[in-house]
């Protein structure tokens, strides 16, 4: 069942080229052994930097079970999710990942997922992209309400 | 001005608690000293846990401005990007990024930024959220046929 699934996200990733959609990525989710959701990566079709493949396949699974929390489901990607698409995935509680061609693979290709894992671990201070802090004590505001709010929901 | 920017992040954020949309974050996204775009968090308003408000605030930026992008803005947030949207503002391309609150403060309102930072900086096999690789062979055709397409934009 694994390489079937895996075979899919593939087939998706192949013919996504093909479409002229955007880059070489798919990705299919699957809950009690079925397919439930699928995507591939939409970047230029869409003109929208977070049209991945992983993104839009939880997108459109939590659209159909009504809900924001995929616990039950696996995730089968045809190459390493990125650190917004593995964020992505953490956020929705998916049980598993699958994946096939890695960072480094990408990386070959000019995508930036190695970059960015490289930037998401450093102290924003050490990173490439200029990140500055102001404001804190006027932001926890929104913290203590939240917790004080009857209809705050944990995830 | 930046205050100014990041008085509204916050305000934003605030608001959100209060209309009952997801939880306490807030973003705005500034090109040319004008605010172009902006977003809360709506994942249980929307049942989308992508729904982040830097990514919405991006997708409303890319739509607005015709393009995925965003070299030449700054975004502010109401508190630290989550890796998810850390990842998306890398692949938008924005200049810089201001924050106020912290992956730690988050943390001590449940919210997992911080685990998911610690998870997206480790090797796959030592992460909590378990991950497996299969096919990669398989999965470097769609690589191999990218590179030979005349349609690829690098991004």
């Known amino acids: 069942m694994d390489r079937s699934f895996m075979e899919q996200a593939i087939r998706l990733s192949i013919e996504n080229v093909d479409a002229n959609n955007g880059g070489p990525f798919g990705a299919v989710i699957v809950k009690n052994d079925e397919i439930i959701s699928h995507g591939?990566?939409?970047?230029?079709?869409?003109?929208?930097?977070?049209?991945?493949?992983?993104?839009?396949?939880?997108?459109?699974?939590?659209?159909?079970?009504?809900?924001?929390?995929?616990?039950?489901?696996?995730i089968y990607c045809s190459c390493e999710p990125c650190p917004m698409c593995l964020g992505a995935i953490y956020w929705a509680r998916i049980d598993r990942i699958w994946f096939a061609a890695t960072r480094e693979d990408a990386a070959g290709y000019q995508f930036d997922d190695r970059f960015i894992y490289e930037e998401v671990s450093k102290p924003y201070s050490e990173r490439k992209l200029e990140t500055r802090q102001l404001m804190r004590e006027k932001a926890l505001e929104a913290f203590r309400l939240w917790e004080q709010s009857d209809n705050k929901e944990p995830y």
């Open 40 to 74: 591939t990566n939409h970047v230029a079709e869409a003109g929208d930097p977070t049209a991945h493949a992983e993104i839009i396949a939880i997108r459109a699974a939590c659209k159909k079970l009504n809900t924001y929390n995929l616990q039950g489901c696996e």
